[in-house]
């Protein structure tokens, strides 16, 4: 087991410095493979809509058994759904799939763009 070591930031909270990312493991693996990584010791999940796997990494955190106050959850919303009204039922959406009643901890435009208007 690892024993993770945290940055804390200027508002008072810590967040852990590794973390672990889901991109690229199959919704099928992803469970498993979460529920390993915080077996082993780490305590942010790196995550995003666009890796389509979302709802495993909630039901891995769910029957971990770690509190959720003690993982740091970073998620990330796709340029399609850009635009306020999209982002927040995306967000809300996000939320609903990782099992999370209050927050993400992070939640990033994964794609940044300008949309321009004539």
């Not at 850009?82 to 992070?106: N, P, Q, S, V």
């Not at 435009?109 to 208007?117: D, M, R």
Request: proline share 3%; hydrophobic share 35%; net charge negative.
């Amino acid at each position: 087991m690892i024993t993770m070591k945290y940055f804390k930031l200027n508002n008072g909270e810590k967040i852990p410095a590794l973390n672990f990312g889901v991109f690229d493991i199959e919704p099928e693996d992803t469970k498993e493979v979460v529920l390993k990584a915080l077996e082993v010791g780490y305590r942010s999940i790196d995550n995003a809509q666009i890796y389509y796997n979302e709802k495993e990494v909630g039901e891995a955190i769910k029957e971990s058994g770690i509190s959720r106050d003690d993982i740091y959850l970073i998620s990330k919303n796709w340029v399609s759904n850009a635009g306020y009204e999209k982002t927040i039922k995306a967000f809300e959406k996000t939320l609903a799939d990782l099992h999370c009643k209050r927050k993400a901890d992070c939640y990033q435009s994964a794609c940044p763009t300008f949309i321009l208007t004539a």
